[in-house]
């Protein structure tokens, strides 16, 4: 049973747009969430995160959402360039432990276009 | 600043083999660490993780095991290989007894078994 979904596996953008990427989640002991950025070959790279007593964080072009009720998060990326082109991961961690397990989505392929 | 390092790159090693990867990070002390594996066109899966040296949870029943000799090592091992452990196996930490840190990864390594 999946925990964290992100049920696009890809997207494209043209450059300048907006790229929306989603995640649904079912536990609702998770409360901390993050989005990471991965290229082929490398390992993920931290982009931001959002605390459960949170609905929006904001860090530069990239923002988070948090919907509760729903379950559910996003990411938004404004203005998309090229170089945001990569797999993304949202995650999710369960309060309830006393580690920083992650679960992880499947990841959704960003590709902007010039 | 805080970096991790992960080797080899790539290994490419025939059924029935063993495997030692490993994992080490600089600038922090006691950070919690963790394994993960990505198979093709999957999430990351979170292996093995750890608290401290000597302490160890498995997540997954599987053919490999985890060992942290020092504080800040971390080596992912097996006795004899499985087509199916081919995968990108991925080192990450975080900062142990901090709240809502999220963990960073190692670039990783690309293992093959033939």
């Known amino acids: 049973d999946q925990q964290v979904k992100q049920n696009s596996p890809s997207l494209s953008v043209q450059e300048g747009r907006i790229s929306i990427l989603n995640c649904d989640y079912t536990n609702s002991m998770f409360d901390y969430f993050l989005w990471y950025k991965k290229y082929p070959a490398e390992g993920p790279t931290f982009l931001i995160s959002?605390?459960?007593?949170?609905d929006k964080n904001e860090d530069g072009r990239f923002t988070v959402f948090l919907n509760k009720s729903a379950k559910h998060l996003s990411l938004h990326i404004v203005p998309s360039q090229p170089g945001d082109s990569a797999v993304y991961f949202c995650?999710?961690?369960?309060?309830?432990?006393?580690?920083?397990?992650?679960?992880f989505g499947q990841g959704t392929t960003l590709q902007v276009k010039p | 600043s805080q970096t991790i390092h992960q080797w080899p790159a790539t290994l490419v090693q025939p059924v029935g083999s063993p495997l030692s990867l490993e994992c080490t990070v600089e600038?922090?002390?006691?950070?919690?660490l963790y394994w993960y594996r990505q198979a093709a066109g999957r999430g990351l899966q979170l292996l093995f993780y750890s608290v401290g040296i000597g302490q160890i949870s498995s997540e997954v029943p599987q053919n490999l095991s985890a060992s942290r000799p020092q504080d800040r090592q971390f080596i992912l091992s097996s006795k004899k290989l499985l087509l199916s452990d081919s995968g990108f196996y991925l080192c990450?930490?975080?900062?142990?007894?901090?709240?809502?840190?999220?963990?960073?990864f190692g670039d990783g390594t690309r293992l093959s078994i033939l």
């Open positions: 600038g922090t002390s006691n950070p919690n």
């Open positions: 995650a999710a961690r369960d309060g309830s432990g006393n580690t920083g397990k992650l679960i």
């Open positions: 990450a930490w975080e900062q142990g007894q901090g709240i809502n840190q999220p963990q960073h």
């Open positions: 959002i605390s459960s007593i949170k």
